[in-house]
């Protein structure tokens, strides 16, 4: 089961290494994911060698997630330093936000000395006043004072430089670190590509289905294990026992599905180019890695960016919600273990482990929940409970997380990544309360905590979306928080 877990967790890893930072080092990825795989090596050795009767030394416990952060730390950096650079450019987006690979962006054609002039005629003195243009390799920065409402400021200056310069520049409007706007120009890699090559197929349903189809089988293999079937015993006695794992598959997949299909038809409704919802199969662990959509054009502004971020999480809570309630009305109540559990022990589950996971048992169970009780899930409600530690994971205030794009939103860049190192720090609070976030607190020390700018990443949202950004927020603490003992009290469990 070791092994299992630390390649899953090796091939989680690799893969959020490969998008988030493949493109801002030049340290070999192979390189920075073993140093974040170093203590889960070591750990599953020691668990290999002695057994899990043998506690690790505490020394093997706190050594390697001191070294291994700041070696890996160190490297990022090195890597980032490329020769004959006074200073760090800024943070452009990138056309495409694949997996894999993301085409190198055109280079800058230096502009004429007639050209510049004209690029300072697109700065009306009245809107933005101008005050140094900078070169860099793959951008020209425009410095100066705004003096009017960014959102009037950007759509003028944007209007302009096309007028001019036609769709040869991405126009990104961003806040310094000393807290005054500038307007970055970089190439337009899609309107290169199409002037060179026929228009990229984006949406393929015949892979999205083929992908839906194998996560439904890998996900009723693993929820007939849960439904208590022996998949070998299955095989030579009656196949048809397979079938008790469909309402695992049919939940768990239902909820990843609205949820990606949230940020999908946001995306369509901005005329962000994205991929559909592909899923991910494994036949172990949860028969699945999720699914997950590719956005291929940059996002236009925060308002947008806020929404398609909150989509998902939104839209699989409410798919997540009936299913929860009926699951946790159909399972059975059980004596609580005498040793403490993880969070998601589906024949045994401790619903005050999560304040909102507590309020919806006692909701469905009513009396039946003691003190002195546990659950034992039916498969829909560990596909729900699943359901609602995506979401909580989603919402994590982090980098490139939907919870890190919509504090983005909200508070601006500066401030996201205050916001998110806090977070991470919390988490790691909480992982020694709760064991089981540990590993995902470990994870997000190693994400990025800069995420990609919208177009215009300078005007700010409006009320309506605050509020629902904190309610966000509040979801999430519901989620993740233990139940407290005056809560505890009053609904009596």
């Known amino acids: 089961m070791a092994v299992w877990f630390l390649l899953l967790l090796g091939l989680i890893t690799y893969l959020m290494v490969q998008r988030s930072v493949a493109q801002i080092t030049r340290t070999p990825v192979w390189l920075l994911w073993l140093i974040l795989m170093t203590p889960a090596l070591l750990w599953t050795g020691w668990t290999v060698m002695y057994g899990t009767n043998q506690p690790l030394p505490r020394s093997l416990m706190i050594w390697p997630l001191i070294i291994c952060p700041l070696l890996y730390w160190v490297l990022f950096q090195w890597g980032r330093q490329l020769p004959n650079d006074k200073q760090t450019e800024p943070q452009t987006p990138n056309s495409e936000s694949a997996v894999n690979t993301t085409p190198k962006p055109l280079p800058v054609r230096p502009l004429e000395q007639n050209e510049e002039t004209q690029l300072r005629n697109c700065f009306p003195w009245s809107i933005y006043y101008v005050q140094n243009i900078e070169y860099r390799p793959q951008a020209v920065i425009c410095r100066g004072q705004l003096r009017t409402k960014p959102t009037q400021a950007y759509q003028q200056i944007k209007e302009n430089i096309e007028a001019r310069f036609g769709d040869r520049f991405l126009v990104i409007f961003q806040e310094g670190l000393n807290g005054k706007p500038f307007f970055v120009l970089v190439p337009n890699t899609q309107a290169a590509k199409a002037n060179t090559s026929s228009t990229e197929k984006l949406t393929r349903p015949g892979l999205a289905l083929l992908l839906l189809a194998t996560t439904l089988v890998t996900t009723t293999l693993v929820g007939a294990r849960i439904a208590g079937v022996v998949p070998t015993a299955a095989l030579q006695s009656d196949p048809a026992m397979f079938l008790q794992g469909l309402p695992y598959a049919l939940a768990l997949i239902f ?239």
């Not at 929404?307 to 004596?335: C, H, K, Q, R």
């Open 255 to 493: 909820i990843l599905g609205i949820h990606e299909l949230g940020h999908y038809l946001t995306a369509r409704y901005y005329k962000i180019r994205s991929t559909l919802p592909y899923f991910i199969p494994i036949p172990f662990f949860l028969g699945t890695f999720g699914a997950f959509i590719q956005m291929r054009s940059p996002v236009p502004h925060r308002k947008a960016l806020f929404d398609v971020s909150i989509a998902g999480p939104v839209a699989g809570f409410i798919a997540t919600l009936p299913l929860l309630i009926w699951g946790l009305a159909n399972s059975e109540v059980v004596p609580l273990p005498s040793e403490r559990t993880g969070f998601l022990n589906p024949d045994a589950l401790n619903p005050r482990y999560s304040i909102l996971l507590a309020l919806f048992s006692k909701l469905a169970l009513g009396n039946q929940l003691t003190p002195q009780s546990a659950i034992d899930l039916h498969p829909v409600a560990v596909a729900a409970c699943l359901g609602l530690i995506v979401t909580a994971l989603n919402l994590m205030p982090v980098g490139q997380l939907d919870g890190g794009h919509i504090i983005h939103a909200m508070f601006g860049q500066r401030s996201a990544v205050v916001i998110g190192q806090i977070s991470r720090l919390l988490l790691l609070l909480l992982s020694l309360i709760q064991p089981g976030f540990f590993l995902w607190a470990i994870v997000l020390l190693f994400i990025p905590l800069m995420d990609e700018p919208a177009l215009n990443d300078v005007t700010e949202l409006d009320n309506k979306r605050d509020i629902g950004g904190l309610l966000a927020m509040a979801l999430l603490v519901l989620i993740v928080l233990p139940v407290p003992q005056a809560i505890a009290n009053l609904l009596q469990i």
